[in-house]
């Protein structure tokens, strides 16, 4: 089955509520990116330094992001039966509650082993509501903006979000240089927590003035889709190409990005060497390019639409990781930059595409249950485990490589599927084949 093809004119947003659902994605990257950014440290707070600590931190990320497809699930049933204003603020009023929580945790000096399960609990409940989060907030910027601009105002939500990445590694940056190592340990790790709680109540505040999405309004005036059925069963049975269509588009979103941009203060200081206060300016100025590409790659898709974008940051993701990871363990600063800032911006590229296009392959009625099943899905298992399984290859093979061949593995066999994607932008120019007649583009 085809995605649905927009036609007519359709109601947009206020600017006021499309600018609140961007930015509010800042709250999601920043917590599990500064999880990632704190690794060595929480890993010594919870787990001691023993030579596993490291290991068991990223074990908690990996467990914590498999409540990810549940919370989308719930959550995704809730905003396809009720809305998706009532998702953004349930899902943030959690998020807020967890990290003010993680902010108060007793360590495992304190409390010994319990420490550890305390916080494998509350990352638990943190990634059940992120599983409602940002596809949520993709859904509700896609059915608000102008057809023509869907894939740049859809991208405003990554660019948001790497704003979190960027606070993710420049909050925890400041407080290592600012905290005596000392202090650190037993105190100073905290801040970055209680600040990302701050940012979260900031935002529901924030969220609380923005009105419901109009498709979702319009759907609720004349309801369309299967009958008798709740939104994940519909989808199920109705939307299955879909759901296989944005699982691998997903899928290579989160190995670029959580092994690329997110795994690479670890690899820096496990693997190359680097302090941890190098490790975190490089991976923040890797995330102010980001920042800057996202849009770029967005209006970018409107134009020549998704799947020629898509392929193109497909086929870098094949050809570039393992050079830049090379780069990343010559000991030199500059080489370093380099391949964070290279990594850091194909997997921006692919964000800001996949924003619009993974929305795009499904009906208002099934949207949120269609990212539920394969969005999220795919970023449980490409995202939440492969941090893990790099540093788990890197320690069993001595390969410093392994996490660029993982990325590049993924790629390969994603490039295919991207390639016979259906072509969803409404205003994109179509792309004549050699020696073929054009066919005319839905709009």
Do not use: N
Request: hydrophobic fraction near 50%; aromatic fraction near 8%.
């Amino acid at each position: 089955m085809q995605p649905p093809a927009p036609t007519g004119k359709t109601a947009v947003l206020p600017r006021s509520s499309i600018v609140v659902a961007a930015l509010s994605t800042v709250v999601e990257w920043y917590d599990f990116t500064l999880y990632l950014y704190m690794t060595t440290v929480l890993s010594r707070v919870f787990f001691g330094s023993g030579s596993t600590s490291l290991l068991a931190t990223l074990a908690v990320f990996a467990i914590a992001y498999l409540m990810r497809p549940i919370g989308a699930m719930v959550f995704g049933h809730i905003g396809d039966r009720v809305g998706r204003r009532t998702v953004m603020l349930g899902s943030m009023a959690v998020m807020t509650a967890a990290m003010l929580a993680t902010s108060l945790l007793p360590t495992q000096e304190a409390i010994g082993a319990t420490a550890g399960a305390l916080l494998l609990l509350l990352r638990c409940v943190m990634g059940f509501a992120v599983g409602g989060e940002y596809t949520g907030v993709t859904a509700y910027l896609v059915e608000g903006a102008a057809l023509q601009r869907r894939g740049l105002i859809a991208s405003l939500a990554s660019a948001a979000s790497q704003i979190g990445a960027l606070l993710a590694a420049a909050v925890p940056a400041l407080t290592v240089t600012l905290v005596p190592a000392s202090d650190m340990d037993t105190w100073g790790w905290r801040i970055p927590f209680l600040f990302g709680a701050l940012l979260a109540g900031a935002v529901l505040i924030a969220r609380s003035t923005m009105r419901e999405s109009p498709a979702f309004e319009q759907h609720q005036q004349s309801p369309t889709g299967p009958k008798g059925a709740g939104p994940l069963i519909a989808t199920l049975r109705t939307q299955r190409p879909a759901i296989y269509r944005t699982f691998a588009i997903s899928a290579l979103g989160s190995v670029t990005y959580y092994v690329g941009i997110s795994y690479v203060p670890t690899y820096l200081g496990a693997v190359s060497g680097f302090s941890e206060s190098d490790s975190l300016w490089l991976s923040t100025i890797a995330v102010v390019a980001i920042i800057v590409v996202t849009p770029l790659a967005g209006a970018l898709s409107d134009r020549v639409g998704r799947r020629p974008a898509l392929v193109l940051f497909g086929a870098l993701s094949v050809t570039l990781p393992l050079a830049m990871f090379g780069l990343m363990t010559q000991g030199s600063f500059a080489a370093a930059l380099t391949g964070a800032i290279v990594l850091a911006c194909i997997a921006g590229g692919i964000s800001a595409v996949a924003c619009s296009a993974i929305a795009e392959q499904f009906p208002v009625a099934q949207r949120l249950s269609g990212l539920a099943l394969g969005a999220t899905a795919a970023t449980a298992i490409f995202g939440g485990l492969t941090p893990y399984a790099s540093q788990a290859l890197v320690d069993s093979t001595g390969w410093a490589l392994v996490p660029g061949a993982l990325v590049a593995a993924i790629a390969l066999a994603v490039v295919p599927v991207l390639r016979g994607l259906p072509e969803t932008a409404p205003a994109a120019r179509p792309i004549r084949p050699r020696g073929r007649t054009p066919q005319p583009q839905p709009r």
